[in-house]
């Protein structure tokens, strides 16, 4: 099993922003989103541009992953933000309205000829209707090494806005293209982080928003605000129940005479060995989480 690396909860910071850039080096978020293209205005996409990288080269962030979420290439400020984000060197370039694979092949080229550390994985935004009539074929496009491609980030507020859905609690509406979008990014082993919840006086509806993207299948959510933080890593965490029963299956599985068999008898529940699987990857999450201190 390749390393997990928790990605619970990834926090949205403007460029703009100054203080909230230096903040997020105390914040617990897994993942810290710098965000170039929609959090900035346009007077201001060149000084962002300059204080994120300035940020990401200058460290101090610890086991945060660190993504810099740039302009469109096919905008004024795009190419000068993907120049820039590589000489920074983050863990990710999250690429806005990403709606082919032919997409991410260029930025995957660009990075190349840019001299980018293998180091440095491409995120994609999944934001469009073209985007979820071709979900299948980018998700795809992490079969090849070119695109360096390692995760899926719903963005549902422009999805909503370009199919005219509404954002309704439970999101019946949304559901049938987010659980598409997830099991393209299952089917070509990438991670996927579901969509922002707007209303950060709701805190019951950002609680159950967070559970049913836990119970589709989503290894975490972008927030939007520092006080998410909290409630999306508790819930994207293995809970200790969760933890204790998949220890037990790992250890019954590996008693002797057990070995070879494809299903058990455990504490009166059928367990078949994919189950085991399930469990050791829960295991390393846990571990990985709680190395995070």
Known sequence: MSAIRPRRSALY????NARAVEKAKTLPADVVIFDLEDAVAPEMKAQAR??????????GYGQRELVIRINGLATEWGEADLEAAVSAAPDAILIPKV???DALLEVGRRLHALGAPQTTRVWAMIETPLAILQVRDIAAAAQDATSRLACF????????KDTRARLTPGRAEMMPWLMTALAAARAYGIDILDGVYNDLSDEDGFRSECIQGRDGGFDGKTLIHPNQIAAANEIFAPSPDEIENARAIVAAFDEPQNAGKGAINLNGRMVERLHAEMAK???ALAEAIAQRG
């Open 13 to 16: 910071m403007p460029g703009s």
């Open 99 to 101: 709606s082919s694979p």
């Open 50 to 59: 300059e204080a994120v990288c300035a940020a990401v080269k200058g460290g």
């Open 281 to 283: 990857r829960t295991l």
């Open 153 to 160: 980030v719903m963005g549902t507020n422009d999805l909503a």
